[in-house]
């Protein structure tokens, strides 16, 4: 399964008036062995959807490749050079997606517009299916190249921007691909703290301070709402607090969120037995 490469009327728009020959594609076989990627995410306790993954492991896949975005360099003559690399990436069905690479060299006639281009396209095929709570990405690894090779108007080739060991390579760190996909949880409670309300919010002004420097309370008729600076393994995190009288003391509600990371062997860096001592230790300012 492949991209359409660029088409042949943009590699050489007129053939008239410059006479140039019919690009030439054909295919290389770099001569490793196909091989598999299984890489799966946790989406039950994550929230984490299929786009996310794809775009993530896209993403990593770009990085992978290691080389620059396709880019124009004007010269003196008002021609372009046209180098680097482009990223393409689809789904055709729910299931099954595509990434393509794309490796450009050739030139821009600023006179004309027209683009004279080899491409060397790799192409990725990622299959997806769901088990247990998890998303299952399968990414299969071919180490088959397409070569659209494109002439000047005088008929000189343009290079292939990658040798075959180059190629090689770029699939070999592909392989080596295991992105970790940041997810975020929120956390809230409602609390009746026997104390008055003055007390408990001075209690987190004094304790945590406010998460953005000289905040101070937003003031309704009956209670007091702001964000403080909580302390945690994750550095300072916001947490807005909600505080109003009651008849028995005070009503604290309260929320704050923490980032993770979701592991491609489907484990998580969210562990809930260390939000209870964050919960414990808010309840405790509150009822200093």
């Given at each position: 399964m492949s991209f359409k490469l660029l088409p042949a009327s943009i590699i050489c728009t007129s053939a008239i008036l410059?006479?140039?020959?019919?690009?030439?594609?054909?295919?290389?076989?770099?001569?490793?062995?196909?091989t598999q990627v299984k890489l799966t995410y946790d989406s039950g306790d994550t929230g984490i959807s299929q786009a996310q993954v794809f775009s993530n492991i896209s993403s990593a896949i770009t990085n992978a490749a290691g080389y620059k975005a396709k880019g124009y360099y004007r010269n003196s003559s008002g021609i372009s050079d046209i180098k680097g690399m482009e990223v393409k990436s689809r789904c055709m069905t729910e299931s099954q997606c595509m990434i393509g690479l794309l490796f450009q060299n050739g030139e821009r006639y600023s006179s004309t517009n027209n683009e004279y281009v080899t491409v060397q396209e790799i192409t990725i095929p990622v299959t997806f299916s769901r088990a247990d709570g998890k998303i299952i990405a399968l990414i299969d690894i071919n180490y088959g190249v397409n070569i659209l090779e494109a002439r000047n108007p005088v008929f000189v080739p343009y290079s292939?921007?990658?040798?075959?060991?180059?190629?090689?390579?770029?699939?070999?760190?592909?392989?080596?691909?295991?992105?970790?996909?940041?997810?975020?949880?929120?956390?809230?409670?409602?609390?009746?703290?026997?104390?008055q309300d003055n007390v408990v919010y001075g209690n987190f002004k004094r304790v945590y301070g406010f998460y953005k420097y000289n905040e101070d309370e937003s003031k309704d008729k009956i209670g007091k709402t702001s964000t403080f600076s909580l302390k945690t393994n994750q550095g300072q995190v916001p947490l807005t607090a909600e505080i109003y009288p009651s008849r028995k003391g005070t009503?604290?509600?309260?929320?704050?969120?923490?980032?993770?990371?979701?592991?491609?062997?489907?484990?998580?860096?969210?562990?809930?037995?260390?939000?209870?001592?964050?919960?414990?230790?808010?309840?405790?300012?509150?009822?200093?």
């Open positions: 410059f006479g140039c020959a019919a690009p030439v594609m054909k295919s290389v076989d770099l001569g490793s062995a196909p292939p921007l990658l040798d075959n060991a180059a190629l090689t390579r770029v699939f070999k760190n592909i392989e080596k691909i295991q992105p970790e996909i940041s997810f975020s949880k929120s956390f809230a409670e409602e609390l009746v703290i026997d104390s009503l604290l509600n309260y929320n704050f969120t923490m980032t993770y990371s979701a592991k491609p062997d489907g484990t998580t860096s969210y562990e809930p037995q260390d939000i209870a001592p964050i919960k414990a230790s808010i309840k405790n300012v509150a009822s200093m």
